[in-house]
């Protein structure tokens, strides 16, 4: 009697199974390419921002921007300007870079993708040290004035803060 039992519920087991649930891998080849793309891009866009703060370089992290902010925030060049003085120093040193991402796939293809990398333990030569976390849209066909960074928030070792856009501009959705 056990031994039916078990046969009978083992089999139930495999049909539900295989009859319930199909295996769909969430990308092909060709969506690997992709990610790993705009995984890439998002890798050197942190090393811009880094590279940015540290040479002071106002003008190319304003163009790291998206067209929406741009257009619509009037505080962009004040908030980049006290960016430049609250990072002091050279860097030495940073530890991973952190993020998250969010898309969306419709036809086999990208109409968004979202990432907001977090840079931790960024140290400089001034005996400072900071965290750098940002948001950016890399792929938005429905939007593409949100194309860029919209955010980016700069914490110190004490825990002062110096943020440049405005995140809820770019995408009222959220708020």
Do not use: W
């Amino acid at each position: 009697m056990a031994k039916k039992l078990f046969v009978i519920m083992f089999l139930s087991i495999i049909v539900l199974n295989l009859s319930s649930c199909v295996f769909i891998p969430l990308f092909d080849n060709s969506d690997e390419e992709n990610v790993f793309t705009v995984k890439t891009q998002m890798k050197n866009d942190c090393k811009e921002i880094i590279r940015c703060l540290e040479e002071k370089d106002s003008d190319t992290l304003k163009n790291m921007f998206c067209e929406k902010l741009l257009n619509n925030y009037e505080n962009i060049d004040e908030d980049i300007e006290q960016a430049m003085v609250f990072f002091q120093g050279n860097i030495t040193s940073y530890g991973n870079v952190l993020y998250g991402d969010s898309d969306s796939i419709r036809n086999g293809e990208y109409v968004l993708f979202t990432v907001s990398p977090h840079i931790k333990e960024l140290k400089t030569d001034a005996d400072k040290e900071y965290r750098i976390k940002y948001y950016q849209d890399l792929i938005n066909v429905e939007n593409p004035d949100r194309i860029g960074v919209s955010y980016i928030k700069i914490t110190d070792e004490t825990d002062n803060i110096c943020e440049i856009g405005d995140f809820y501009l770019v995408n009222p959705e959220y708020k």
